[in-house]
């Protein structure tokens, strides 16, 4: 599955972001999706994910009730709406794509990646 990956930008710490991950290539409905993120001099950390279902979503401690990720597959779409936005949000953001569950995503060994989309939040 290809993924792409947009929606980053300038904001001001409180401020929100909506990301979007636009999939193709494969049957959507058949992958469970994950969003992670790669800070300056840091490693790629992961973010959220959700199965294929949508009815099941897991989050790093650090965005729990901030960050909700969300999936429409009508329109082949993963999003990760970011609130209460953090300077320690800033990173790169990366989506990312498995047909193996969540738990691959959790440990960061998905099928495929997208390109990452970058997110800078002011203090």
């Known amino acids: 599955v290809q993924l792409q990956a947009s929606g980053g930008g300038l904001v001001q710490a409180g401020g929100s972001l909506r990301l979007s991950c636009a999939a193709s290539?494969?049957?959507?409905?058949?992958?469970?999706m994950g969003w992670f993120r790669q800070a300056p001099g840091k490693e790629r950390e992961f973010v959220a994910a959700i199965d294929w279902s949508g009815g099941i979503t897991y989050y790093t401690d650090s965005v729990k009730g901030r960050f909700t990720i969300s999936r429409d597959d009508p329109q082949n779409t993963v999003y990760l709406q970011m609130n209460s936005l953090k300077p320690e949000d800033t990173a790169i953001y990366y989506c990312?794509?498995?047909?193996?569950?969540?738990?691959?995503?959790?440990?960061?060994?998905?099928?495929?990646w997208g390109q990452g989309t970058l997110v800078t939040v002011s203090s």
């Open positions: 290539g494969r049957t959507f409905s058949n992958y469970a």
């Open positions: 990312a794509a498995t047909t193996r569950g969540t738990r691959e995503l959790r440990v960061g060994t998905p099928d495929s």
